[in-house]
């Protein structure tokens, strides 16, 4: 807590010319209750609740951005309720010299391996058609408790990438990352060589990802555009992913796409899964889509291999500013589903009142063999937003299978947006 406490004050030392000339965010108070069966004559109803608020100083090019959520079960507390999480909390300078852009604090970032939070520093260098990134920091603490990691060289993360739009229509990245894990240490039981049970503490090794990325991306708007990925696996020393996915639409109201996808499971090093042979998969999926009118009509086709089976899917179905209807059937390995869905959703009233209806009926098998189940969805809720900073949200939410039976939560929220000058000299 000492090192946290030190880094608020850094930031809250900041000169005050620097903050309280512009303050905005949202905050969102939301409440979801729902009933759990311990057995099948016990059951628990919960009532939990969450307050959410993003919170940003601005003045000029620099701002303090935080982004935060409390949580808390009235009815059945958990053994950490009431819990506060810190998604984000991060000083930012934009365009220093006309160059560069700085955060530091708890941030976001994102990568072709995964995103999250880390507490760290981030810089961006961009000039003309090019841009550079780099990071470093530290893994955040479970449940994104306000702390700092006590064992930053067993939890840590850094990388970068670089980013070419020097050729029209083409932008070409190249990055890195490097993620380190710690389990934490924990007691079991244990026998010794007599067969006596002892009890022992179990330290888990560092996990680790450390991979490359290639990215290129193509656009010829309205006729033609194509991304394809690349990932490099160093601690395994082979290749982790490709990807390539495609669109031609010059043909008039027509669109066709095409996706494909090699992927390796994606296991950190170190650990204990490292040593199952899960083998790879690759994913072809094949599709059109058609607009007449105020309606689109989509299909599409997918098959994919994986090391000794396959599975196929197709989904058919209809989009337009009401609404969608979709049906989708599965085959093969993947299991067997046919699922049909449909989701409404319209504003009235310039905005002031949107109501939404959702069905589907899923019937579903995990194997040719295996006993077909059913399953029964919907849901219906309505937004208001009597002005445009305020909006309430009410939407109710029921679910019927042969493990849930005649499941029914209720979900309701408030949204309110704010936007404010302020002056503080």
């Known amino acids: 807590m000492k090192r946290i406490t030190i880094f608020l004050a850094l930031l809250i030392g900041i ?4 903050f309280g000339q512009v303050i905005n965010g949202r905050f969102s108070s939301s409440i979801y209750t729902f009933e759990r069966f311990d057995s099948l004559d016990a059951s628990n109803t919960h009532l939990r609740a969450y307050q959410t608020l993003n919170l940003n100083f601005n003045e000029s090019n620099y701002s303090l951005r935080s982004y935060l959520n409390m949580e808390n079960d009235f009815l ?3 053994d950490s309720d009431p819990r506060l999480r810190f998604y984000n909390l991060f000083f930012e300078a934009r365009n220093l010299f006309k160059l560069a852009t700085i955060k530091i ?31 470093y920091g530290g893994n955040v603490p479970a449940y994104q408790k306000l702390d700092i990691t006590d064992n930053w060289e067993d939890n840590y993360i850094y990388g970068g990438r670089f980013t070419v739009s020097a050729l029209k229509d083409l932008i070409v990245a190249l990055a890195y990352v490097n993620k380190n894990f710690k389990s934490s240490d924990y007691f079991a039981t244990r026998f010794d060589e007599n067969f006596n049970p002892i009890t022992r503490l179990i330290e888990a090794k560092s996990n680790q990802f450390s991979f490359a990325s290639g990215q290129v991306n193509y656009r010829m708007e309205n006729i033609f555009s194509a991304d394809a990925r690349y990932d490099y696996d160093f601690n395994y020393k082979k290749s982790s992913k490709m990807e390539f996915n495609t669109r031609y639409e010059q043909i008039r109201n027509l669109g066709i796409n095409f996706y494909y996808n090699y992927r390796e499971p994606r296991i950190r090093y170190n650990s204990i899964f490292s040593v199952f042979d899960f083998g790879n998969s690759q994913e072809i999926e094949a599709g059109a889509d058609y607009k007449f009118g105020i309606f689109t009509a989509i299909g599409k086709f997918g098959y994919v291999k994986y090391k000794t089976d396959n599975s196929q899917r197709f989904s058919l179905g209809v989009n337009s500013a009401f609404g969608s209807l979709i049906y989708r059937k599965s085959l093969g390995y993947a299991g067997e589903l046919d699922a049909l869905s449909f989701y409404s959703a319209h504003s009235f009233m310039e905005g002031f009142i949107t109501p939404s209806l959702g069905l589907s009926f899923t019937s579903y098998k995990l194997s ?13 809720g309505v937004n208001v937003r009597p002005w445009r900073v305020l909006s309430f949200d009410v939407q109710g939410q029921y679910l019927n299978n042969k493990i849930y039976s005649n499941d029914f939560r209720l979900f309701f929220k408030i949204n309110y947006w704010f936007n404010t000058n302020l002056n503080l000299m």
Do not use: C
Request: hydrophobic share 35%; charged share 20%.
């Open 15 to 18: 000169p005050q010319t620097i």
């Open 76 to 78: 059945e507390p958990g």
């Open 105 to 135: 604090g708890r941030q976001p970032v994102f990568n072709n391996v995964g995103g999250g939070v880390f507490d760290g520093a981030q810089v961006d260098l961009k000039y003309q058609a090019y841009k550079l990134s780099a990071y």
């Open 368 to 380: 040719a063999e295996d006993e077909k189940n059913g399953l029964m969805s919907l849901l219906a």
